[in-house]
């Protein structure tokens, strides 16, 4: 594609688990003109500079002519530096679980559940950030006396990025969206938890400046207006242009159910995070551990591609009973960070590829329609899901959703939106430093359009749901064993 040659441009970046993504886009419209990406180890602790690598790898002859960049970032991974700014241990992921008994001595300290859910808007679960500095300070102690800065991914990489000497470079910034999910910062203030710092590691670190959405934080090596950046989930639904209303529902390596509130929300159960949003809003979020690799472990036990596990899954009109509860990973939500999965109910009638296949996919979303349910239980409007990510390319995921997930779903078009939204932070930012006419004249962000279609209504499958909700409920201690 090309753009006008007079328009100014932006890029963004996605620094995901798998991989790092760079989409380069005109300022104005949001066109996405040039991509590049580069992939990450599969592992649960990675060394940040392997990030940089990617990165380089991703953007290689793509920034000529950017005017601004930021960058979107999985959420809650612990980076820490020492007094000179090196990195003192290779840096603990989002789904790293080996933080689950700090996350359960951390929730019973501060008073239980209740507790953090009023104090972060979030019940702290294995994920967290916080979490992983308690394990930290317990098991590796001597790394743990190196440590006097904590960092988030997309704070770690923004610095690098940055200008040396620079504010952004030394002392770090970061975002509402991306704090939000540490565990020490509260959306509902907006600000710090210095306490909650001290309770998990024993004493302060150094955290990065808070930044406003529009923000420019400063350059970059070559002169870009650098942005603040922000989460993952928070760029993936900037990107997207979500609304109060929408709830998106994207299938990648994790699952994510978010939507945007104008208010914050604190679930004592925990299973909806109450984290900020990259524009000012909120941004309600429930998040699963298991969701594509569902599909592509099933689809490698029947020893079958993809586009052959769909076939297999829309070839019968149902499971015939089964019920696959995947928790493959462990789980973040339920909370069952030990947890395996369990396929209930098989017996010689329904034994069958096609069957499995079904129970697969029917599993993936009912963990996430559950997801749905939550969030409006928190009193969250849900009048449409937004379905997006690698898993929602499959045929079988596209035919039933819409039955089980229980709402009109729409399919945007297949986009790296992480990136896309990092990239319309960039141009936001630029606008806000003078340098595009990409912003709206109110100081919005400048408005893409993201082209979407939708799929057809079904009746909800009430009885899918309810043999899901039936497995669960009857699996007790099987699960976390």
Not at 99 to 120: D, F, K, N
Not at 153 to 181: C, F, I, K
């Amino acid at each position: 594609m090309t753009g006008s040659p007079s328009a100014s441009l932006v890029a963004g970046v996605d620094c995901s688990t798998q991989s790092t993504k760079v989409v380069v886009c005109a300022a104005d419209t949001g066109e996405v003109l040039r991509t590049g990406s580069a992939p990450h180890p599969d592992a649960t602790e990675v060394a940040p500079a392997v990030w940089w690598a990617a990165f380089e790898a991703a953007a290689a002859g793509l920034l000529d002519g950017v005017s601004a960049i930021a960058v979107g970032g999985q959420q809650h991974g612990l980076v820490t530096l020492d007094e000179g700014g090196a990195v003192v241990r290779p840096a603990l992921l989002w789904n790293d679980t080996r933080s689950a008994a700090a996350a359960a001595e951390l929730v019973t300290e501060l008073g239980g559940p209740a507790a953090w859910a009023s104090a972060i808007g979030s019940v702290p679960v294995a994920s967290f950030t916080v979490t992983k500095l308690r394990w930290l300070a317990e098991h590796e102690p001597e790394l743990a006396a190196r440590a006097v800065r904590v960092q988030l991914p997309h704070d770690w990489l923004t610095a690098q990025l940055a200008a040396p000497g620079s504010p952004a470079a030394t002392t770090g910034v970061t975002d509402r969206g991306d704090a939000s999910g540490t565990g020490y910062w509260s959306p509902a203030t907006g600000g710090y938890r210095p306490d909650l710092l001290r309770l998990a590691f024993g004493r302060e670190l150094a955290v990065p400046r808070v930044a406003a959405p529009a923000e420019p934080v400063g350059e970059t090596k070559a002169g870009q207006v650098l942005g603040a950046g922000t989460g993952d989930n928070m760029a993936a639904g900037f990107g997207l242009g979500a609304v109060t209303g929408d709830v998106v529902v994207s299938i990648g390596t994790s699952g994510t159910v978010f939507a945007v509130s104008r208010t914050p929300t604190a679930d004592a159960s925990g299973i909806v995070a109450g984290f900020a949003d990259a524009t000012g809003h909120f941004l309600p979020l429930v998040c699963t551990l298991n969701a594509a690799r569902v599909l592509s472990t099933v689809a490698g036990l029947l020893g079958v591609s993809l586009s052959e596990l769909d076939r297999l899954a829309l070839s019968t009109p149902d499971s015939g009973g089964l019920v696959l509860l995947p928790y493959l990973d462990g789980e973040r939500t339920p909370d069952l960070p030990h947890a395996k999965g369990l396929l209930h109910g098989l017996t010689r009638a329904n034994a069958t590829p096609a069957r499995l296949a079904r129970a697969a996919v029917e599993g993936l979303l009912c963990g996430l329609a559950d997801g749905i349910d939550a969030l409006r239980a928190e009193g969250v409007e849900v009048r449409r899901a937004l379905l997006i990510g690698g898993g929602a390319r499959s045929a079988a995921v596209q035919a039933l959703a819409p039955a089980v997930l229980g709402v009109p779903v729409l399919l945007p078009e297949p986009a790296e939106y992480v990136a896309l939204g990092a990239a319309r932070q960039a141009a936001w930012a630029l606008a806000t430093a003078g340098g595009t006419a990409g912003g709206r004249g109110d100081g919005g962000p400048p408005a893409w359009s993201v082209p979407a279609g939708v799929l057809p209504a079904v009746e909800p499958a009430i009885a899918v749901r309810e043999a899901y909700a039936a497995t669960l409920a009857g699996a007790g201690p099987l699960l976390d064993a």
